[in-house]
């Protein structure tokens, strides 16, 4: 049998949304202190402060839960990346190049220890249509900026080049954020993407 993973239903009144998002914080803070394995709805009603019942109002089982913890945390880093994307709208090449990267590594600070759980539980779930959605949306944007730019950059296809940073840049931000060597300064590190994203865009022949 498929795994439930929508939840059963969405909160409408104020008192019922707050109640979602405690369960959400919640599952939040059960998911990083304990894995995914030991979290269980019991331990997060608990964490909420709320009964398993109303728990189960919102979410009929576990997956559901951490599907929607997803959700949420993926509109709140999306939130950051396209701010960051208008911020460089009236931006030269070299900034708006910096600006968006550091957009992007700024996004994936946010509650980066739920974000590493949530990548390695949930990673290439075929369920999650929103992170599907939201992984097009910041393409497209990445394409119209490469068109913006054509005359600074040297790339014979900005669809694929657009490809290969989407790509190259998710590895690179999250090994800056999370991986980062001991002593190394969160910025010297977000530097160094911007200096290989521009060496990419800007190869000769």
Avoid: C
Avoid at 16 to 39: H, M, P
Avoid at 67 to 83: C, F, G, K, P
Avoid at 125 to 134: I, V
Avoid at 187 to 204: C, N, P, W
């Amino acid at each position: 049998m498929k795994t439930v993973l929508s939840p059963r239903k969405s909160p409408r009144q104020a008192r019922s949304q707050a109640t979602v998002e405690a369960i959400l914080d919640a599952a939040a803070r059960v998911l990083v202190e304990r894995g995914y394995a030991a979290t269980n709805t019991n331990l997060v009603a608990e964490r909420a402060g709320v009964s398993v019942g109303s728990l189960y109002q919102y979410f009929p089982n576990k997956d559901s839960l951490i599907t929607a913890l997803h959700d949420r945390h993926s509109r709140q880093m999306n939130e950051v990346i396209n701010e960051a994307f208008d911020r460089s709208a009236e931006l030269n090449f070299d900034d708006a190049l910096s600006t968006l990267i550091e957009g992007l590594v700024e996004s994936h600070r946010v509650e980066a220890g739920l974000h590493r759980v949530l990548e390695m539980q949930l990673a290439g779930h075929e369920d999650l249509d929103s992170h599907a959605k939201a992984d097009a949306a910041i393409s497209q944007r990445i394409v119209e900026l490469l068109y913006r730019y054509r005359d600074d950059i040297n790339v014979p296809h900005p669809e694929l080049a657009a490809f290969t940073l989407m790509h190259s840049l998710h590895g690179l931000v999250h090994a800056v954020v999370l991986d980062l060597p001991e002593g190394v300064p969160l910025e010297h590190g977000t530097r160094e993407i911007v200096r290989m994203a521009k060496a990419y865009l800007q190869a000769k022949g």
